[in-house]
């Protein structure tokens, strides 16, 4: 009974060894085989200026490692003159490495010029370390990291709180999800009068190919607060964010971006806060797709025709444009400002898009705007203290007045109980503000 165990315990375990093993080489298989394919996509414009060129591979039973330079060409018409780092990726292959078909661990090998201040700030660790994880069905996962450090010199202190993320893609790299975070810096100077602070700063964003091939989804960096002090006096902001977002309906992309700072501070205080939100759609999804394309091309090109990005701009005009100014709202101390447009381009024909007076003449904007007194007199206050002239609310009020009686006086604003006001039209090539016609 014993033996038999043995047996069937001894089968078991060669079994295991083989799969383990076979797992292990089609691992390094499976990597192997991304490479050429990775780089013919990146390198087939998508990057622009950068080429990736791989010097050396070998793959062996476990392991592997890839060689690599990136190369930027700062200007096409000059090709000898290039920016070059090189790097190796160190590949562990089979099951176990992370659980997927092997692991890579990224290594660059920084510029001479580059190595004495990178050594001086990191020592001997790497300042950048990048992992990437191939998983069973062929996504991946990347992690990356710099390390935290505090160096100085005689102009002050300088610590950097380090850098993480995490970027992982689908296997039919279709879809991107990532979170990249920083605890943020800070620099003193070495007589201690300036001192400027940046918190947290995180970016997040998931992103997927649309039916035309763009990448369509969300994205949001936010920059948590950020504090600066000179000779005694500080500014400053809380939660700054940039949010983005694109769409795609009906053969239709569309986009919105919106700013938005919650807190302006000084000295310690909130003093305002800003808000703008903008968009932009009906833009033909196919035709973007080309023209992006193209224009990554023209990066690589000595001297670019433009013919080809005309032709493939064409649907997108055959098709008109929208876009729009949601809202820009200022709050600054007491005062407030508001400002709002929609702007329309609408079909045009191939002989029209070939005559710009043609594309004026169907351009249209139709926009609003109101400060109030409060803002206006805050202004013309700090504009005087600034050139060394203080003034009193009194004359500041007064000083906006006489600034602007002479529009007012020509109808480009009306004045309102609590500040003023104005519009802006475009239509058929003629300007009018605040429906007053401009020459």
């Given at each position: 009974m014993d033996s038999q165990l043995i047996k069937v315990g001894a089968a078991v375990v060669v079994a295991l060894g083989i799969t383990w093993g076979g797992t292990t080489w089609y691992g390094g298989q499976q990597i192997a085989a991304q490479y050429p394919k990775a780089l013919a996509k990146l390198n087939d414009g998508?990057?622009?200026?950068?080429?990736?060129?791989?010097?050396k591979q070998q793959f062996g039973f476990f392991t592997g490692r890839v060689d690599w330079d990136v190369i930027f060409t700062?200007?096409?018409?000059?090709?000898?003159?290039?920016i070059k780092f090189s790097g190796y990726d160190d590949i562990k292959n089979g099951v176990f490495p992370s659980l997927g078909w092997g692991e890579i661990q990224s290594h660059i090998i920084w510029p001479e010029e580059a190595r004495p201040i990178l050594t001086k700030i990191f020592g001997t660790k790497e300042p950048l370390q990048i992992k990437t994880n191939v998983g069973f069905l062929g996504g991946l996962q990347v992690q990356v990291m710099s390390p935290a450090s505090t160096f100085g010199n005689e102009k002050g202190s300088f610590e950097w709180k380090g850098f993480t993320g995490k970027i992982t893609q689908d296997r039919t790299a279709s879809r991107l999800h990532g979170n990249l975070i920083s605890p943020g810096i800070s620099f003193t100077s070495a007589d201690k009068e300036t001192v400027i602070t940046l918190d947290k700063v995180s970016y997040d964003f998931d992103s997927q190919k649309g039916q035309s091939g763009l990448g369509l989804g969300q994205g949001e960096l936010v920059f948590s607060a950020l504090n600066a002090v000179n000779a005694g006096k500080s500014f400053g902001f809380k939660d700054f964010k940039l949010?983005?977002?694109?769409?795609?309906?009906?053969?239709?992309?569309?986009?919105?971006?919106?700013?938005?700072v919650?807190?302006?501070?000084?000295?310690?205080?909130?003093?305002?806060?800003?808000?703008?939100?903008?968009?932009?759609?009906?833009?033909?999804?196919?035709?973007?797709?080309?023209?992006?394309?193209?224009?990554?091309?023209?990066?690589?090109?000595?001297?670019?025709?433009?013919d080809r990005l005309l032709k493939a701009a064409q649907p997108i005009f055959a098709k008109g444009i929208s876009a729009k100014v949601n809202h820009?709202?200022?709050g600054f101390f007491d005062g407030k400002a508001h400002a709002e447009a929609t702007a329309n381009l609408p079909a045009l024909t191939v002989e029209e898009q070939k005559d710009p007076k043609s594309a004026v003449q169907k351009f249209s904007v139709d926009g609003k705007a109101n400060v109030t007194q409060a803002l206006l007199i805050k202004l013309a206050d700090i504009a005087g203290k600034t050139q060394g002239q203080p003034t009193s609310p009194e004359q500041s009020a007064q000083m906006v007045e006489m600034m602007l009686a002479k529009p007012v006086s020509e109808g480009l604003l009306s004045k309102s109980a609590d500040g003023y006001t104005t519009t802006l039209q475009v239509c058929e090539g003629k300007v009018s503000v605040n429906g007053t016609p401009l020459n």
């Open positions: 998508a990057l622009g200026p950068l080429k990736i060129v791989i010097n700062p200007n096409p018409c000059e090709p000898d003159h290039t949010i983005s977002e694109t769409t795609e309906k009906d053969g239709f992309f569309a986009m919105s971006m919106t700013y938005k919650a807190e302006l501070l000084q000295e310690g205080k909130s003093i305002g806060k800003i808000e703008l939100a903008v968009t932009a759609d009906h833009i033909d999804a196919l035709a973007l797709k080309d023209v992006v394309a193209v224009m990554q091309k023209m990066q690589t090109q000595c001297k670019p025709a433009p820009l709202d200022i």
